[in-house]
């Protein structure tokens, strides 16, 4: 499991990532995205980049996927999403607080996962009513 943490400006481009981060980057979330404090959201990116940020953040989330570090860095690296995406492995100084944080903070309004939760492929064909009456369901 993967830690990864994204500051942005505003909601709607958080939200944006986290859909970037489950569409494009095929990543699967484990939790909710929470939300995070953006100062301590933006000294824990400082201490990991080693640099003074530049920008400050108005808004952070952070959250768990299934995949491991090295494939959710990978994949992540791939997408554009609007908002900066960090994956936090547990050898940062400040993984330990953010989870501290996570486990006491709210859910991050407006997100909802796009996500099947189905392993059933859907069959959106169309079928007549004598299709039916010959299947075995019969009508439904």
């Known amino acids: 499991m993967a830690l990864i943490l994204i500051r942005g400006e505003n909601n709607q481009k958080l939200l944006n990532a986290i859909a970037d981060i489950e569409r494009h980057a095929k990543l699967n979330l484990t939790s909710k995205p929470k939300n995070v404090d953006p100062q301590f959201a933006d000294e824990?990116?400082?201490?990991?980049?080693n640099?003074?940020?530049r920008n400050k953040s108005h808004v952070a989330t952070a959250f768990f996927v299934k995949e491991d570090i090295?494939?959710?860095?990978?994949?992540v690296k791939k997408i554009h999403p609007?908002?900066?995406v960090?994956?936090?492995?547990?050898d940062y100084e400040g993984y330990g607080d953010l989870v501290k944080?996570?486990?006491?903070?709210?859910?991050?309004?407006?997100?909802y996962s796009n996500k099947n939760k189905g392993t059933m492929m859907k069959d959106y064909k169309y079928k007549?009513?004598?299709e039916y009456k010959n299947s075995k369901i019969g009508y439904l």
């Open 51 to 53: 640099q003074k940020i």
């Open 82 to 84: 609007p908002a900066h």
């Open 101 to 111: 944080i996570l486990n006491q903070s709210a859910p991050l309004k407006g997100y």
């Open 128 to 130: 007549s009513a004598r």
């Open 86 to 90: 960090v994956v936090v492995i547990d």
């Open 70 to 75: 090295t494939l959710s860095i990978i994949q």
């Open 44 to 49: 824990i990116v400082g201490k990991i980049l």
